[in-house]
């Protein structure tokens, strides 16, 4: 039994040993990889790209020339995945991963979704492997960004806007969610059941995407009998001023006000007094 337990730890303590002395040391690379996630509709957009840094070189129109397809970051041409159908500056795109290339110019550039993702730089990119081209102009920023960065701004239900930036250069990339039809046929298929867990998200949506007023106010009246709170007197504010009804507006903001004072939640004192403040009251 001892030999056998000796045997036993020989074997757990030797694979130790070999683990730890089978990995490699690691050596940072000079232009760090970073991932992006960003949720959109019902879906995500995944990013995936390397960070160069400016190092004092000239970058567009010197390490990277104008006029050439340029893999959009360091190492591996940056891939863009995206779980659901979305359109990108209007052009319709399946869901899908798409290497993200791009010519720099001067006046344009030129943004690429390539079909042949795990590309090693743009080295061996082709062009009959384009899924989509597109043109827009470069911002010239004041400020420098030494390290390449891609980053969501500006984000709704139903809309974004991809900035790549790098140096004193930007551009700009509209995004807009191809899910709207089926958000309204899931808001409708919940709303026939228990409504109190989505009335919230509902009203929302409802209100931010410009959809049937009368429908979000007949749910905020719903909801406030279901489970009274300062919120729904907001929406009611909100979405009367929308309709047109400025007196059912501002009765509705003052009795926001009122519930948020006694509750002493003074963002909603806030945001019902701006609604006052837009009906002009």
């Known amino acids: 039994m001892k030999k056998h337990l000796i045997s036993m730890l020989l074997i757990l303590f030797g694979g130790f040993s070999y683990n730890v002395y089978a990995?490699?040391?690691?050596?940072?690379?000079?232009?760090?990889?970073?991932?992006?996630?960003?949720?959109?509709?019902?879906?995500?957009?995944?990013?995936?790209y390397s960070r160069p840094n400016v190092k004092g070189r000239v970058i567009f129109g010197g390490i990277n020339p104008y006029g050439q397809v340029w893999r959009t970051g360091a190492n591996s041409a940056t891939t863009i995945n995206f779980s659901e159908n979305v359109i990108i500056?209007?052009?319709?795109?399946?869901?899908?991963?798409?290497s993200l290339f791009t010519i720099p110019d001067k006046e344009e550039w030129t943004v690429i979704l390539n079909k042949t993702v795990k590309q090693w730089g743009a080295y061996s990119y082709k062009e009959a492997d384009d899924f989509l081209r597109f043109k827009v102009k470069p911002i010239n920023l004041e400020e420098k960004r030494e390290t390449f960065t891609i980053q969501f701004a500006n984000e709704t239900t139903q809309s974004s806007d991809l900035h790549l930036v790098w140096d004193h250069t930007a551009i700009y990339i509209h995004l807009q969610t191809d899910d709207d039809a089926q958000i309204m046929?899931?808001?409708d298929e919940l709303m026939k059941g228990n409504r109190k867990p989505y009335y919230f998200n509902a009203i929302q949506y409802y209100y931010e995407n410009h959809k049937d007023m009368n429908k979000a106010l007949e749910w905020v009246t719903e909801a406030e009998k279901a489970d009274p709170g300062t919120w729904y007197k907001l929406w009611e504010a909100r979405i009367r001023l929308r309709m047109g009804d400025k007196p059912g507006a501002i009765a509705a903001a003052q009795e926001g006000i009122?519930?948020?004072?006694?509750?002493?939640?003074?963002?909603?004192?806030?945001?019902?007094?701006?609604?006052?403040d837009q009906a002009g009251s």
Not at 23 to 45: H, M, N, V, Y
Not at 89 to 98: I, L
């Open 89 to 98: 500056e209007g052009n319709k795109v399946p869901a899908g991963t798409y």
């Open 258 to 276: 009122k519930l948020a004072k006694a509750n002493n939640d003074d963002e909603y004192v806030r945001l019902n007094q701006a609604v006052l």
């Open 23 to 48: 990995q490699a040391p690691r050596i940072p690379e000079a232009s760090s990889t970073q991932t992006i996630i960003q949720d959109f509709g019902l879906g995500k957009i995944t990013i995936t």
């Open 185 to 187: 046929a899931n808001i």
